[in-house]
């Protein structure tokens, strides 16, 4: 792993072992793992260190975010995650693409059956990942529209047997919106004060003492900032770019 990634892994040695364990499952099974905790605690950054560990190992990586502005769109979650695959969907079964193409507005069935949906999906990874490794992550699963949270759930909940590994992020505080996922779930839990001393010397050596204090709590709490009327979660990344701001 890149000396970048364990500098923002400091203090998650669960996690990047985790993650590690799942990544060498790769190609005979997979795996699924969830993360969650509270805005500004690492999530998004360890999906990121995930993502360049998969790629160092030719593993492919799809990717979707959920978006406040549209987690009342259904299936626009989905369609981020599969728009650069959709070219094998005339490789599923007619139901299946079908049931695909009509959940994202294509040809004239309407489709979005969601139990066909669920099944298009994981048949296309599946075959996606039969010809290269998936590394399959969802950021931020809370603000992505329901539909789509279902169907990546579905694909969680199967892909043992498949070499698919699922990564997902939510904030802690909207279990209502996600609901029960029916996947190994981690609670990330907040820094202590020597790794988040260790994560900003590493990045940000030699501040005063006053201003590293400050950015020392700023990183173990985790950082929040505000944009258009809506939170935006920083990362301990972010943080530490403050600080060196």
Known sequence: MSTTATQLLVGRDLELRLLVEA??????HGAALV???EAGIGKTVLLEAAGGMATERGVRVL???GVASESDLPFSGLHRLLRPVMER?????PAYRSALLG????????GGDPFLVGLATLDLLSRQGASQPLLVMADDLHWIDAPSRDAIAFVGRRVESDPIVLLVSWREGHGAEVGELGLAEYVLDRLSDS????LLDARAPG???GLRARRVAGIRGGWQGRRDGHAVECSPRAGVRRALG
Do not use: K
């Not at 790794?195 to 260790?198: K, V």
């Open 63 to 65: 990717y979707t975010a």
């Open 207 to 209: 501040l005063p003492d």
């Open 195 to 198: 790794d988040s001393s260790a």
């Open 35 to 37: 993360f969650r905790g």
């Open 89 to 93: 969907a005339d490789e599923l079964a």
């Open 23 to 28: 990544l060498n499952g790769l190609p005979d």
């Open 103 to 110: 959940a994202f507005g294509i040809g004239e069935d309407p």
